[in-house]
Every structure is written in structure tokens, then in C-alpha cells.
């Protein structure tokens, strides 16, 4: 079923070893033996280099609104053309993702594509900015890179978990107009036990993300008896504040059952909305919830005037408070949103 790629594609940051090949591209530092594969599935050992397996193969190929990655600050009310391949470094107990973040390469339907295709079915969509999504987009690397360079006037999202090694990571950031990173929760067992990565190596991406200057934000995933606590959400949030900038845009996001997690209950609504004060109050300044209807979870506030600058209601976007330039419309702050 899998589609079998015209090319062989050799992975980046890996070097020899005496029985195969060990990989540099994600903290795993995998040791993936000739006839093998990594973690991630994505990387397999070749008789002569370590192969960027899933090089090219498509999943998943939608035009999606901007908001639906997350990002409120990014082009507000503009669509994104997304795809996304197989295969994942983490393995998250509650991913809604996982016929195809967790599928075994060749086990699962894809396409192959090669990256100057997919540059001219954006255009032909009438889009100009790509987003890689829907399972890890790091462990395309090769891919993505490829993809963007056919077209580098295109706009470049990637929504990751963020478990990535630094020079990897920075070389994204050359191609990358926005990220979206999902931080999983606050507390390093959480990390190992229910997603299999590790906690500080995502909040090191976040500040190579920040240092490079590409636009961020963060969605955290709220899920009850988990990572619901008042101590790791407060410290999430006072972390963002120290490390990053109250003005990063937070997402608390509601949790359904799925996966290996059906038995967990939804996010009751006034975790939400704790979440969402808790947050406000220790001083970020752009709180969303996502995956629930509130009253004001979806709005873009002016923080220094009040004002609604952008009006959500789920998908649908009015950004008649914003000036050409993403300033606030009633008293010009700056409002830290790209148009």
C-alpha cells in the first residue's frame, strides 16, 4: 500500500558506525542497523548511506484554514495548503493522529510526490503557503527542504512536537515563516511515560525557534489527571514568561478520548477556563482555547486598549480590528500578528 519512492534519498545528520548507522536528526540518537529502521520509521539503513525512507510519500493532502493549525497570529482568516506524510519520534498515548503518525512504514496508503509537484498543486490551489502537518514534519526534513527550495517565494508552517536536534532545527528555520509547537505537558515523566520523547529537549527548541526569529506558538494539550495540575500549568506558563515572551501565543486546547487514552474523560470546561485565567493573570497576553466554544477563548484582545481586534467564531474570522500592518485598529499597538 505504501508507495515505493523513485528515489533514493540520503538522510542528513547521521554519521557510519561499525554495525550500521547512527542518527543525528532528533534526540533518539537512533542506532539504525543496515536493513533497519529508527524510532520514527522515517530512516532506514541502507547498504551504503542511511536513507530518508519516507522521503516524498503523502498521506494527507488538505486546504485547511491558518487557525486550524493553530496559529491566530500568523495571516489571520488566510488558508494554508497542508499535507503531511507517516510516521513519528514520539509515540503519544492520546494522538488523535495515529493511523498514520503511528503506521509502520509500507503498511500504510500514501503517494508518492516529488517536492516540485507538490510546490505547483499549492499554486494551483490558490494558496502560497504550505503547511507540514498532521504527523512529525522533522523526520521529513530532506523533504521539506526539498519542497521549499522548488518554490522559495512560498510561506513555510511547521507544526511539530519540537523533539528535534538544534542544527536540524535552525536549518528549518531558514524555510519556516511559523511554527507551531505542541508542548505536551510540564512534567518530564509525563513526557517519558505517556510520549515517549523528553521534555527539555522541546523547550530548548522553543528557544532556538525564539533565537532565530520565526514566528511562534505553543498549543498545550490539557488532559484531565495527566497534565491538568495547577503546578505544571503555572509553570508552563511562568516558563513561556521567563524563557520566551508574554506576547508567544498560548493555546490551551480541550482533550477528547482517542487512541490508547478512551477511557479519559473530556477536558471539563472549567479547566478550560481556569487554564485560560491562570494563564492570563501570570501575565501572557494572547490565551486561546481550542476545541471548545467560549465566549471570548477565541478572540484576539488588544492588551492595551481591550478592544477585539480579531472576532472567532470557530473557522470563521473577522480581522476588522487589525490594520493592514497587524496593529490593533482603535489605538495602533502592536499586537505581534503577521498579515
Known amino acids: 500500500m505504501g508507495a515505493i519512492s523513485p528515489v533514493t534519498v540520503e538522510a542528513r545528520f547521521y554519521r557510519r558506525t561499525k554495525d550500521g548507522y547512527r542518527c543525528g536528526l532528533c534526540p533518539h540518537g537512533c542506532l539504525v542497523p543496515v536493513g533497519g529502521y529508527g524510532r520514527c520509521g522515517s530512516r532506514r539503513g541502507g547498504e551504503e548511506v542511511l536513507e530518508a525512507y519516507t522521503y516524498g510519500r503523502v498521506s494527507s493532502i488538505a486546504v485547511d484554514p ?78 521539506i527542504m526539498d519542497v521549499m527550495g522548488a518554490d522559495p517565494e512560498l510561506g513555510c508552517v511547521i507544526v511539530s512536537n519540537g523533539f528535534i536536534e538544534e542544527a536540524p532545527l535552525r536549518e528549518l528555520c531558514s524555510v519556516a515563516d511559523a511554527f507551531n509547537i505542541d508542548v505536551k505537558g510540564f512534567d518530564e515523566e509525563f513526557y517519558r511515560s505517556i510520549c515517549g520523547g523528553e521534555l527539555a529537549d522541546v523547550l530548548h527548541s522553543l528557544k532556538v525557534i525564539r533565537e532565530e526569529g520565526v514566528h511562534l506558538e505553543l498549543t498545550y494539550l490539557i488532559i484531565p489527571g495527566y497534565n491538568d495540575g495547577g503546578d505544571e500549568i503555572s509553570g508552563f506558563c511562568r516558563w513561556v514568561l521567563d524563557n520566551l515572551s ?8 480541550r482533550f477528547h478520548p482517542d487512541n490508547e487514552m478512551s477511557d ?71 499586537l505581534s500578528i503577521v498579515r
Open 66 to 143: 491558518m487557525e486550524k493549525k493553530p496559529l491566530y497570529h500568523f495571516r489571520p482568516g488566510s488558508r494554508v495548503f497542508s499535507l503531511g506524510g507517516i510516521g513519528c519520534n514520539m509515540t503519544c498515548r492520546h494522538c488523535q493522529n495515529y493511523a498514520i503518525s503511528q503506521s509502520a512504514s509500507g503498511k500504510k496508503r500514501t503517494t508518492f510526490k516529488s517536492a516540485r509537484e507538490i510546490a505547483a498543486m499549492c499554486r494551483a490551489e490558490g494558496t502560497d503557503c504550505i503547511a507540514f502537518t498532521y504527523n512529525e514534519p522533522a523526520i521529513w526534513f530532506e523533504y
Open 246 to 253: 508574554a506576547d508567544v501565543p498560548v493555546h490551551f486546547t
Open 264 to 334: 479519559v474523560p473530556w477536558t471539563p470546561e472549567e479547566t478550560m477556563l481556569w487554564a485560560r485565567r491562570t494563564a492570563m493573570g501570570m501575565g501572557l497576553r494572547y490565551v486561546y482555547l481550542g476545541n471548545i466554544i467560549t465566549e471570548d477563548g477565541g478572540r484576539t484582545f488588544c492588551p492595551e486598549c481591550g478592544a477585539v481586534a480579531i472576532d472567532r467564531i470557530g473557522y470563521r474570522v473577522d480581522a476588522s480590528g487589525l490594520t493592514p500592518d497587524g496593529r490593533c485598529a482603535s489605538c495602533g499597538a502592536d
